[in-house]
């Protein structure tokens, strides 16, 4: 079993800034990668990032490219997601997940996730 939890989230200023952390504990694969999707209310939830097992190379979904950034440190278990320049529209509960699939956007190849951390970006 693997437990992940997210922290970091809060209330923000549009053009402001956060970052959510997302930390992982108990079984670890040999090696996996770690995504970031979000859900606004009423909708569905939606890819954001990925990041690979070394951390080494990211992908997003093209709403966030350009000020979003995910990373990883290997040796805390932890995955962040720096978001800068947030728009109002950026508003959702954010979950990380972690998938034996290779930096997937499709939700359903994420075998773990966490609770999820609420961003609310006021106007």
């Known amino acids: 079993q693997v437990q992940l939890v997210e922290s970091g989230g809060g209330l923000v200023q549009a053009g402001g800034s956060l970052t959510l952390s997302c930390a992982a504990s108990?079984?670890?694969?040999?090696?996996?990668?770690m995504g970031w999707f979000r859900q606004a209310p009423g909708k569905e939830r939606e890819f954001v990032a990925a990041v690979d097992w070394p951390g080494s190379s990211a992908y997003y979904t093209n709403s966030v490219k350009g000020r979003f950034t995910a990373s990883r440190d290997i040796g805390k278990a932890t995955v962040y997601l720096q978001m800068n320049s947030l728009k109002p529209e950026d508003t959702a509960v954010y979950y990380c997940?972690?998938?034996?699939?290779?930096?997937?956007?499709?939700?359903?190849?994420?075998?773990?996730w966490g609770q999820g951390t609420q961003v609310t970006v006021s106007t």
């Open positions: 997940a972690i998938s034996q699939a290779t930096m997937t956007v499709f939700a359903t190849e994420y075998d773990y």
């Open positions: 108990g079984r670890t694969f040999s090696s996996y990668s």
